[in-house]
């Protein structure tokens, strides 16, 4: 019997046009490092007494299926990612390089259908209704870039074969933190040691009453984007900006030599106060954890622009 290695899993993406319906067709192979995306049903214990010591037979509760998946940020498979956090984006461009902005703000986010294969076993799981519930990121100096998106799904679907037909392959072109930079309201912004970034759609599950223990959807509330940055302490523009309340514009960008580029722009952040304390006879560093808010100029809080030979996602 063959045992199920990591090295040979599968992962499989479409987007729904109904929810909870994988579509018969147009899956997409993703690449991923990891993945805890899954269905469980717990069972509940026997409350019932008069039957002896031993207890009864447990009952099962609802089904929950959500999980993380763990994606490199490169140029073409992110934008399925950033599509599952924000919606169908504006492309322009006549011919590659084209170029395509997500914005935030949108009520309604697109479901997706995704499908983990261990053809070793063989077992396919096919995640239906999966919506985009949080994705984050890091840059740093060096080290592997890759984001972490949460998803909240409506079930799985278990077979012997896979449902995904012959998915779609995309070329991998990867973003290092060699090719990451920030500013701040248009100006580089120095000093910087790390920076994390959290988008939140902050799903609502619609829990409701039926016979196969699934939820009805999943709806975006308000959004959240939060991060943090620490920087080595050297003058005092952000220690200003916060005292003061004020807002800037953070843009936190990848480009290769290639041409490709991701750019998440943070139209209005807000910096608290932080505390600065001397540790030690090495450097002084500050951590801000910042917010954002809409931006009453632009109209939104945030704006994720990708560009590529992708011509539409």
């Not at 147009?26 to 214990?45: C, D, H, I, K, V």
């Not at 039957?51 to 399925?80: Q, S, W």
């Not at 590659?96 to 009520?107: C, D, I, L, R, V």
Request: with cysteine; charged share 15%; hydrophobic share 40%.
């Amino acid at each position: 019997m063959a045992r199920a290695q990591g090295a040979r899993a599968l992962m499989a993406l479409a987007f729904e046009t109904t929810y909870g319906t994988p579509p018969a067709s147009g899956f997409t192979r993703m690449p991923f490092a990891s993945t805890s995306l899954g269905a469980e049903q717990p069972l509940l214990n026997s409350e019932l007494l008069g039957y002896g010591r031993d207890p009864l037979a447990p009952i099962k509760d609802a089904v929950t299926a959500d999980g993380d998946v763990v994606v490199p940020l490169d140029a073409e498979a992110f934008g399925f990612w950033l599509k599952a956090a924000f919606g169908t984006p504006s492309t322009t461009g006549a011919e590659a390089p084209y170029t395509h902005e997500f914005q935030s703000g949108s009520w309604t986010l697109p479901s997706m259908s995704i499908e983990t294969g261990m053809p070793e076993v063989p077992r396919y799981a096919m995640y239906s209704g999966c919506v985009l519930d949080q994705i984050t990121w890091q840059m740093q100096r060096s080290g592997l870039l890759t984001a972490t998106a949460r998803l909240v799904a409506q079930g799985e679907t278990v077979g012997t074969t896979t449902s995904a037909g012959t998915p779609a392959a995309l070329e991998l072109k990867r973003f290092g933190h060699f090719n990451g930079a920030i500013t701040r309201n248009g100006s580089a912004l120095g000093n910087v040691v790390s920076a994390e970034i959290t988008y939140a759609n902050n799903l609502d599950r619609i829990e409701t009453i039926r016979s196969d223990g699934r939820i009805d959807g999943a709806d975006p509330s308000i959004a959240a984007l939060t991060g943090r940055i620490e920087v080595r302490f050297a003058d005092q523009t952000l220690v200003t900006q916060a005292i003061n309340g004020e807002a800037c514009e953070m843009e936190f960008a990848y480009v290769l030599p290639s041409g490709e580029s991701f750019t998440f722009t943070v139209h209005a952040v807000y910096l608290p106060r932080p505390r600065i304390e001397i540790s030690g006879p090495q450097g002084v560093q500050a951590t801000f954890d910042w917010q954002a808010a809409r931006d009453s100029v632009v109209g939104r809080m945030c704006t994720a622009t990708l560009v590529n030979d992708v011509e539409s996602y």
